[in-house]
């Protein structure tokens, strides 16, 4: 069975900063992996998602994630970090059609001036 | 084009009252999923429809919640009755076709039990 782990509960960086949030999943195959965020108050919202070919996604918001076989992972990075960035990042993973998504527990971003 | 809706959007109960939330996709998705999270146990799948059939309801608590899709444009989340840990957000999502499709949140129900 797939499975997803964020390593961080919560991370906190300066505007400005890089910031880089990780995932690694378990699954026996390519998975399908995702980014969401969640600001305060609001559901969930795509960020990027990999099913295939070039293993460097750019998403929205400026945001971009690495699929990296070899170690299992699907970091998300972001060159500088505003301030509005501040929200709950969930990486999830889906074993195709047919079965489920797995999302992970969140890492929440702090954003400091 | 109007997202996923959900209502309403804040509920208060008291214990073992019935709760009914609603949930209406955007027009054209075939799967609708519902959600739970809380602090202690995050985002958890309580049940997912694909075609308004239900393909996988192993996260569906027990017995007091139950799940009904009666058409393409309609889903209901039903806890009777209801008991103080069930307070949590409870989202609806959709996607086009399956869950490996991006999924579309609704703005959540914050339920509070009593």
């Known amino acids: 069975a797939q499975s997803v782990t964020q390593p961080d509960i919560h991370i906190t960086v300066s505007e400005g900063a890089s910031l880089e949030l990780r995932c690694n999943y378990s699954?026996?195959?390519?998975?399908?992996l995702f980014w969401y965020v969640q600001s305060p108050g609001q559901g969930l919202q795509l960020l990027l998602k990999?099913?295939?070919?070039?293993?460097l996604v750019q998403g929205i918001k400026g945001f971009e994630a690495e699929f990296k076989r070899s170690q299992s992972s699907f970091n998300l990075r972001k060159p500088s970090v505003h301030w509005s960035d501040a929200a709950e990042y969930f990486c999830?993973?889906?074993?195709?059609?047919?079965?489920?998504?797995?999302f992970g527990a969140g890492t929440r971003l702090f954003v400091k001036a | 084009d109007a997202g996923v809706i959900q209502s309403p959007r804040h509920e208060v109960t008291e214990m073992g009252q019935e709760v009914t939330l609603r949930c209406k996709p955007i027009s054209g998705h075939n799967s609708l999923f519902w959600y739970r999270q809380t602090m202690m146990r995050g985002l958890e799948l309580l049940i997912y429809?694909?075609?308004?059939?239900?393909?996988?309801d192993s996260g569906m608590p027990e017995d007091r919640f139950s799940a009904k899709m009666p058409n393409a444009s309609f889903s209901t989340l039903k806890i009777q009755p209801s008991e103080p840990r069930d307070s949590a957000v409870y989202f609806c999502a959709s996607s086009l076709d399956s869950s490996t499709d991006t999924q579309y949140f609704g703005p959540g129900t914050r339920l509070t039990v009593l």
């Open positions: 999830a993973v889906g074993a195709g059609r047919g079965f489920k998504t797995i």
């Open positions: 990999y099913f295939s070919g070039d293993t």
């Open positions: 699954y026996g195959a390519t998975p399908y």
């Open positions: 429809f694909n075609n308004n059939v239900p393909i996988d």
